[in-house]
């Protein structure tokens, strides 16, 4: 929209490249490439035929499957046809997906053939129901989802749209351990390419290309690649992280922008094959999820020569990255300021605000509260809880920090929600302890982050036994990982007589929290 005119919700970027450069290479997976020319023919086939199979506006289409051109395919014909995309999550077992299904109450899904045991697995607990197409990435082109829309016309629909409709709904952990659904609307994602467009730090160039790594159900995952599409670069991408096959692929897609988390940046140094990888085509790496340490930073850069990083800090529901640490702030003599996340995004505005919601000068700790033009629009079907985080404009993070005084960095130090992240993953507490508390011998449990070396946090459960139960970690630990997803099951479990709890009952998390965050000068990874 800021660059070009004619672009003003998500599907009009194909239509703008599939005219103005359609012989350019748009996205390539493990199969094939797709050219500008060819993703807006298609997008539009796919679409006539989702209409054709009563997809209306409004309606949610649904992608459960990793990184491949159908999901991209499938993203852009959802807008052509006025509908929102649902990105599920296939790391989430059969009991989070159905809670997530049956809120968002799909048209369609769209299902890679390797998890139709857990699609059917899901439905089988739902009470919506809906139709799906089988997706089959390794039959080379876009197998049986380009036969399901082959006889389509390949004239762009031409349906009426609005910007402030959602385009994606992506759901995230949840305080109370249901799913939040985040709306967000093309009008939102366009404001956040104005935010972009406006930062020197993110430019693009002609020839630049983005490697696609994390997940399409992240933000990261799709917000990135569609930052990239929509200046007109090749988007490359892996189904899903396998470290060796990552560096495999830099060699031969080079790519010039990649997106990580910190503890992926590791695994990739780390891995047997990095001495041998070529690396030589990245120009920036962006990272987010955790501050970077000080000895991997310097690792990154001498070992990815002519590469610049830069961090970013950003929510689902603010759209991307609210705070970045530009590559000329990493500063590995002042390794303090590596902790920081940076400085706000051009036309966004950060407050730091007491138990009071009173702003406190720069260098006190409080609530980190978020105004941007490229706000979500709602958690889908919880009003009171879009209440809570929003007002007047402004975000509630949950995350406690401050700005500095005297460079006008931000620093997060601690979480007032009781979340936990790790490996760049979020996890709320509530949603591990009610799996925890399922087990018959648990009586009491407090969910914490610990901090861990590899994963930045790491899920711990402290537990209370019930009287005369022999409950074992091992035991509990199978026992949740029916429950939830692998990155939230618990990693460690501890075992105590009591929980410290506070005159109204309420477990004491910062006391249980102080033990293993003692004399480090964050509290959170």
Known sequence: MWLYADISTVSDIPRHYGRTTPEKVALVDDQRSLSFGELDRLTSQMAHRLVQDGVREGDVVAFFGKNSIPYFLTLFAASKAGATLLPLNWRLTPVELSAIIDDARPA???VDEAFVPTLQATLERCQHRMPHQVVQPEAGASGALERYFGDAPAADPGLPSDPRHTAWLMYTSGTTGLGKGVEISHQALNLM??????????????????????????????????QALYNGCTVSMMPMLEPGRLLELLGSTRPTILVLAPTVIQMMLDHPKAGEADLSSLRLIMYAGSAINAQLLKRALTEISGCRFMQFYGTTECVGPMCILRPEQHDLVNEAR?????????????????????????GEKGELVIRTPAMFTRYRNQPELTAQVL???WYRTGDAGYRDPKDGLMYIV??????????????????????????????????????DPKWGERVTAVVVRKAGAALEEAELIAHCRTQLAGYKVPKQVVFAESLPVSPAGKVLKRVLRETYWSGLDRAVA
């Open 108 to 110: 369609i899904v769209f």
């Open 193 to 226: 390419r104005l935010s972009e467009h406006l930062e020197p730090a993110l430019q693009w160039r002609a020839d630049d290309s983005l490697m696609m790594v994390m997940p399409n159900f992240h933000l990261l995952g799709t917000a990135l690649p569609i």
């Open 338 to 362: 590596l902790k920081s996340c940076g400085t706000p995004m051009p036309l966004v505005d950060f407050k730091v605000l007491d138990e009071q919601g009173r702003e406190v000068p720069d």
């Open 391 to 393: 007002e007047r404009g």
């Open 414 to 451: 601690d979480r007032i929600k009781d979340m936990i992240v790790t490996g760049g993953e979020n996890v709320y507490s509530a949603e591990v302890e009610q799996a925890v508390q399922r087990h018959p011998g648990v009586s009491m449990a407090a969910v914490i982050a610990v901090p």
